[in-house]
């Protein structure tokens, strides 16, 4: 007589499954990947395997329950270690497939072979019609080779009416590279079942009710690599201390000290051998690691073997193959957070000596930021002083600034102050990332025990003439780079293109333009010689601001474009800012907005300090005012203020506030800070370059503003004729442009239309919109009668076009105001003229109104509203005759007094 085994009823599930079950699957809906199983119907096996946590059975609970609201029959059950029994395996198998089939299966009895068995329930299964699922969880715990073997016959007569499922934690020995080329298989791995950083965002949501910024969602998410387990254990810790939602680092460090661990010991290390955990404890203090890198730490000499073992055991390591065919590891972050940590308190005898062999086998590779990293955590000092001293220039220049100033800071002082070379390494470090005050204070505190040699009397005069033209000195600036350039001997390259470097910059400053950009094109091919990557950045940056000036904008563009795709191979650094806003700036003149906010928000985003944004903020506050978005102007320009309160800002960052500020002041006809802006306002002594240039045009537009038009035509006028000694074409127009407002106040309108016509004319080198756009109605009007004289030739005329309409386009908040909702509301408001209310607009005799409103002629009228001249003059002459006006200037009059009494 057979003994049937009982089964437990809840490692079962089916289509029969009471409905508590059906709707238990709570959390993100994992939407891309659900759609992905959707086409699992096609394919005889899928396979999802993923380290523990990762949230496969989730995934599978949430396509089950979309399965069984569709009435698609299914089974599922989940193994654990007793299994591996064949003959148990084979009951809840074929449990299983009665099930999701309804067929009975009782009839059927297992004799000793697994295949056997499988090959009767195969037989039954032909009379099944209706397609199938059988879902098998933690497939990982089976290791019996019997239930292998029987699976893999199984899938090869698989009937066509069913589709297998398997969850693991690695890959099982079931044939996979064979279904794999015969597309027999449908796979998703640890990387397709990470959560993206929208579904991070969702999930937080729905755990705490609180949404995220993307800054935070993203530095979670790349910590943990998407691991849901940390995520959720994240939602424990936050329960505990609801701040913790905010400090990121503070979040995981608190993670990894609370829940990590257990969750970890219950469900990973619970089944590995004491030898197998030591072993991985000695790799985890390794950030990545190849071959020579294991056997150099574990002295084992299959350690690669191991590693590899442990990949397909699931023990979140990832095998990272390089173009050369090179085989690098790494462990999941958390995994090796917690194996580093357990490390030093399970083998703490090891732990320093570990560090020591790390740093010099990485040394040895030529990983000097690696072996830097390993130096940190030994107690003496002495390997990392000889680190830095071999490797820390070379690390500099490939833009390990983050690391460099923790190794200094982690150096004990007598080891830094009594080295002139790491001296300097950390003032170039401060100088780097524009921290000059900081740069000043080294070069202070630092007192040599002896003299300085002629050459390190040059390094340092290099880096003095750098501080020097950090604070506009160029004349200061220029004899100490001469100097420098003068003692230097040929060996010491890097101070040399400093030196070089601070006299093209100068050169630029003193509004040498040309001999200024021939220097940094020698400073480019210097750096580039050298791997002096820094300052071949920064050569490239300063020959795109001198072309800018020129007025060879799409050079200038070119140039940083081919910059840019050139910088993707190196590590970012703060000066990467300054390549963004350029292009942005450049984009900003093309009237390329959007592009124009892009490249500013790239910007802040790789800038640590927030104090450092202000520049990509004004420039983002100075696409608003483009826009006509006046209240997103001005709270950017209150966050630029708050910023520069809490900082020692450069000259040239406040200009750059200040040219948005004045502007933003102009729109909006508010006078009431001009006279305390300019009692503050910084003077420049002279004018031979873009920076004091711009200042100088925002004293004269300060002028301007309080209608002291002598004065700013005063500057106006010596601003142009330096520019015409300098070759500052773009300043040119900038300060034509501004100039032309000011006749056109003045009443003079032969001398705006000549400033107006030269500046358009300039537009055909320099592609210049912005500059003209933000100026507003007064330019719209004036071109609008240029075009109607017809006195531009036809590229200015293009450009003159292509200005109107975009000025056209960012003022549409004057007509827009004419629509029902706010025609009804004016006509209810008690001050409203009683002539309106007794002889009302029409729709479109309000629409044209608000054209007029805007300047448009009457021909631009018909082109906008689609209608023949005649009807349009028809309806002027209506709604002229209904308001009271007789003539455009009055209708004009008459509409600004209408939307200043609704309040605008």
């Not at 299994?83 to 009839?107: P, V």
């Not at 002539?835 to 479109?844: A, E, G, H, V």
Request: aromatic share 10%.
């Amino acid at each position: 007589m057979q003994i049937v085994t009982k089964l437990i009823p809840t490692k079962l599930i089916s289509s029969q499954s009471p409905p508590i079950l059906q709707s238990q699957s709570q959390g993100v809906e994992r939407v891309a990947l659900l759609r992905l199983l959707d086409q699992a119907k096609s394919y005889p096996l899928t396979l999802i395997t993923a380290p523990a946590g990762y949230g496969k059975t989730t995934l599978l609970s949430q396509w089950k329950n979309r399965l069984l609201a569709k009435n698609i029959p299914l089974a599922w059950f989940t193994l654990d270690e007793s299994d591996n029994k064949a003959e148990q395996f084979s009951h809840y198998f074929a449990s299983a497939l009665a099930k999701a089939t309804g067929i009975s299966l009782q009839d059927i009895g297992y004799q000793n072979s697994l295949i056997d068995y499988f090959g009767q329930l195969l037989a039954q299964l032909d009379q099944v019609q209706s397609h199938f699922y059988l879902i098998i969880d933690d497939y990982h715990l089976i290791e019996n080779s019997e239930i292998h073997d029987a699976l893999r016959f199984w899938l090869k007569h698989q009937p066509n009416t069913m589709s297998l499922i398997l969850l693991s934690r690695l890959t099982p020995p079931l044939s996979i590279t064979n279904l794999r080329i015969h597309d027999k298989l449908l796979e998703i791995d640890v990387h397709q079942l990470a959560f993206t950083p929208n579904e991070t965002r969702q999930f937080f949501k729905q755990k705490l009710n609180e949404t995220l910024s993307d800054e935070i969602v993203f530095s979670l998410c790349e910590r943990v690599e998407g691991w849901a387990t940390a995520l959720q254990l994240m939602i424990l810790a936050i329960k505990q201390n609801s701040e913790l939602i905010h400090f990121p680092e503070k979040l995981l460090s608190k993670l990894n000290q609370l829940h990590i661990a257990d969750y970890l010991n219950e469900e990973v290390f619970h089944y590995v051998e004491p030898e197998v955990k030591q072993f991985m404890q000695r790799c985890a203090i390794l950030r990545s690691m190849n071959e020579k890198l294991v056997l150099a730490l574990t002295e084992d000499e299959n350690g690669v073997k191991k590693l590899d073992d442990l990949e397909k055991q699931g023990l979140f390591i990832q095998r990272l193959i390089q173009d050369d065919g090179e085989i690098w590891w790494k462990f999941h972050p958390i995994l090796a957070t917690y194996l580093a940590q357990s490390c030093r308190l399970e083998l703490p005898n090891e732990w320093q000596q570990l560090h020591q062999t790390a740093s010099m086998v990485w040394l040895k590779l030529g990983y000097g930021s690696e072996a830097l990293y390993h130096a940190q955590m030994l107690d003496n000092p002495e390997t990392l002083y000889r680190i830095l001293q071999e490797n820390g220039w070379s690390l500099f220049h490939q833009g390990q600034l983050k690391l460099l100033e923790d190794c200094l800071t982690h150096l004990p002082s007598e080891f830094l102050w009594r080295d002139e070379n790491l001296v300097l390494l950390k003032a170039w470090l401060a100088q780097s990332q524009h921290r000059y005050q900081d740069v000043l204070g080294i070069l202070q505190k630092f007192q040599p025990k002896a003299p300085l040699t002629e050459s390190f009397q040059g390094r340092f005069d290099a880096l003095r003439a750098q501080v020097a033209i950090n604070n506009g000195d160029e004349e200061q600036a220029y004899l100490l780079a001469t100097q420098a350039l003068n003692n230097l001997p040929s060996e010491f390259n890097y101070a040399q293109i400093v030196a070089k470097s601070v006299i093209g910059e100068a050169q630029h400053c003193r509004g040498y333009l040309k001999d200024g950009l021939q220097i940094m094109q020698q400073v480019e091919k210097l750096a580039t010689q050298q791997r002096a990557y820094h300052h071949w950045l920064w050569s490239r940056l300063q020959q795109s601001e001198i072309l800018s000036a020129q007025g060879f904008w799409q050079s200038a563009y070119d140039l940083l474009k081919e910059t840019t795709q050139q910088t993707n191979d190196f590590h970012q650094i703060p000066m990467n800012e300054f390549l963004l806003r350029l292009k942005g700036q450049i984009l900003w003149e093309w009237h390329h907005l959007d592009q124009t906010e892009a490249m500013a928000n790239a910007g802040i985003e790789l800038l640590e300090k927030e104090e450092e944004q202000v520049q990509c903020l004004a420039l983002l506050a100075k696409s608003s005012l483009t826009k006509g978005d006046l209240n997103n102007a001005e709270r950017l320009i209150e966050r630029c203020r708050s910023l520069l309160a809490r900082s020692s800002p450069h000259k040239d960052w406040v200009t750059a506030i200040d040219e948005v500020q004045l502007i933003y002041w102009q729109m909006k006809g508010d006078n009431q800070y001009l006279e305390s802006w300019l009692a503050q306002a910084h003077f420049p002594a002279q004018e031979h370059n873009h920076f004091t240039q711009r200042q100088w045009r925002n004293i004269a537009r300060c002028y301007l503003l309080r209608e002291d038009y002598e004065q700013a035509l005063k500057i106006l006028n010596s601003l142009l004729k330096t520019t015409a000694i300098f070759n500052l074409v773009s300043d040119r127009q900038r300060a034509l442009i501004l100039r032309n407002r000011l006749y056109y106040l003045q009443g003079k309108p032969d001398l705006a239309q000549r400033d107006l016509i030269q500046a358009l004319n300039l537009s055909q080198q320099t592609n210049f919109i912005s500059a003209f756009v933000i100026e507003g109605d007064l330019v719209a009007q004036q071109i609008r009668q240029l075009l109607q004289l017809n006195v531009l030739d036809e590229l200015s005329t293009h450009k003159a076009q292509f200005i109107l309409r975009s000025i056209n386009q960012h003022n549409r908040h004057k007509t827009a105001h004419f629509d029902e909702a706010f025609v009804k509301s004016l006509l209810e408001n008690p001050q409203v003229p009683e002539l309106l209310k007794i002889s009302p607009l029409t729709q479109r005799e309000w629409q044209v109104l608000g054209l007029i409103y805007s300047g448009y002629s009457n021909e631009q009228i018909c082109q906008e509203l689609v209608v023949a001249i005649t009807t349009i003059k028809t309806h002027i002459r209506n709604l002229y005759q209904k308001i009271g006006v007789s003539n455009r200037s009055e209708a004009i009059e008459y509409t600004r007094s209408l939307l200043r009494m609704m309040g605008y």
